[in-house]
């Protein structure tokens, strides 16, 4: 993923490279991620999450559909 | 403590004490055993989405995520320290893993704009801006750097 200043520079970025535009976060919901995802990665119990764990985090911040289930199966042959 | 636990552990202390990802060869030695063991481990890790050697140079370590083995575009102070991290999302996740106030420089993904987030008291302070994602989470480890 990467960092904007602004919705514009989002397109600005995917029309400069002929991409569909996709889905965009704001930073608590990137936040809430990164605590999610690392707030214990310095102990021995650190693990990242599976997937079904992902589903339920990403949905506790709004971000629902096959674009956030990493076993959604119609991503595996899409460019 | 397993030995793929160890060869973790000791990689992420090295990191959040010295900023700087160890070779194999100093995981062997702080462990007592052989850099051929430790890059063994380091891909059993890889496997489970916890590290990511260098490719092509298995006694490096490209991505301990959230932090970064190589210089990147997000540099990430930490009192006196500075680590580089692999995205937006583990720029913060390097403040969240150490558990620390942090300054993230960081740039625009188009314009190359500097900019710089910060998080503060164990929250983001507020700023504008937007995190695109142009692969979907059924495809990150395709390609995670890249990703």
């Known amino acids: ?79 | 403590m397993d030995f793929d636990t160890a060869v973790k552990m000791n990689i992420y202390e090295t990191i959040a004490r010295t900023t700087q990802a160890p070779t194999s060869a100093d995981v062997a030695e702080a462990l007592s055993t052989s850099p051929e063991a430790v890059e063994a481990a380091l891909e059993r890790l890889h496997k489970k989405r916890l590290l990511v050697p260098e490719p092509g140079n298995p006694s490096r370590i490209r991505m301990a995520p959230p932090f970064s083995g190589v210089e990147t575009s997000f540099r990430v102070k930490v009192q006196d320290n500075v680590y580089y991290a692999n995205c937006a999302w583990d720029a913060l996740g390097i403040a969240a893993a150490l558990q620390a106030d942090a300054i993230i420089e960081a740039a625009d993904g188009y314009s190359g704009e500097p900019m710089m987030l910060e998080v503060r008291n164990g929250q983001p302070v507020p700023q504008s801006c937007v995190i695109h994602f142009a692969v979907p989470a059924a495809r990150w480890w395709d390609d995670i750097i890249y990703t």
């Open chain 1, 1 to 79: 993923m990467l960092l904007f200043r602004s919705k514009e520079t989002v397109t600005q970025w995917c029309e400069a490279r002929g991409l569909p535009k996709r889905p965009s976060i704001n930073l608590d919901q990137l936040w809430y991620l990164a605590l999610t995802w690392y707030k214990n990665r310095l102990t021995v119990e650190s693990r990242r999450p599976g997937p079904d764990e992902m589903v339920e985090i990403f949905a506790r911040v709004g971000l629902e559909g096959p674009f956030w289930d990493p076993k959604a199966d119609q991503w595996q042959s899409a460019t």
